[in-house]
């Protein structure tokens, strides 16, 4: 969805507001009025209205995604803005690079790839931790390597990987990728200890977008069951180690 400026009137300062002329200051004094309190700051206002230290969290309106993760998290803007740029790289053009690095291939770029690779990481271990249910991933498999993903066998996924809270975005990116991979396998986690949201930071919101949750390289998975749904899908239910 494209940003329509018609729909955001600039307020006297110049600043964009949501069309019924309510800047984010003024969003801010209105939490303020509603909780009764002149004491309320920025980041009680997160806590209390728009940020969910678990699953999903949205952006306040008026709010950059620098300043917001400079709150959440507790660092600077320069690296705020550093995690959103290696966020960016991963979720775009670098993406297969960035995990060609991870598995200890040799890319164009190494320097680069490795210096993503880092502030991904870190990003996951600061920001706060998926706690909202089951997770889906899905990617396509040769018939050679689904077959070592044997009941009790474990794995990781080769490098940091995309989740999704809805299962139906990851039937869409099996189908795709089985177009040359042959097999369409649909991973479920009921929990991602080591995975964050990133629904509110992604380049590519759309409609909801991919509902995104960014999983660390460093996470294992034990296979505990295999099924088979009626379009021939392969679904691998796994328990987190």
């Not at 801010?28 to 980041?43: C, F, G, N, W």
């Not at 706060?128 to 990617?139: L, Q, S």
């Not at 396509?140 to 940091?160: A, I, P, Q, R």
Request: glycine share 10%; hydrophobic share 25%; charged share 35%.
């Amino acid at each position: 969805m494209k940003f329509d400026e018609s729909e955001h009137p600039r307020d006297s300062d110049g600043k964009f507001t949501d069309g019924t002329g309510q800047s984010g200051e003024e969003k801010l004094e209105e939490a303020k009025r509603i909780y009764d309190t002149e004491e309320i700051s920025p980041s009680e206002y997160y806590d209390s209205v728009n940020r969910q230290r678990s699953g999903h969290r949205d952006i306040p309106y008026g709010v950059t995604k620098e300043d917001f993760v400079s709150d959440e998290l507790g660092v600077d803007k320069t690296k705020a803005r550093q995690y959103i740029e290696a966020l960016d790289a991963y979720s775009d053009n670098d993406y297969g690079a960035i995990r060609q690095y991870q598995r200890g291939e040799s890319t164009a770029d190494d320097k680069k790839c490795g210096e993503i690779s880092e502030r991904l990481e870190g990003y996951i271990k600061v920001a706060p931790k998926w706690d909202a249910g089951e997770t889906y991933r899905g990617i396509g498999l040769s018939d050679e390597d689904l077959k070592k993903f044997t009941v009790g066998s474990v794995h990781d996924m080769k490098g940091t990987s995309s989740w999704s809270s809805e299962e139906e975005i990851a039937r869409q990116f099996g189908d795709n990728y089985a177009k040359d991979l042959g097999n369409s396998v649909i991973f479920h986690s009921g929990t991602q200890r080591k995975g964050t949201s990133i629904r509110h930071l992604s380049p590519y919101p759309g409609e909801g977008g991919e509902n995104e949750v960014l999983v660390s390289k460093d996470s294992k998975y034990t296979v505990l069951k295999r099924d088979i749904d009626k379009a021939g899908r392969i679904h691998l239910f796994l328990e987190e180690n």
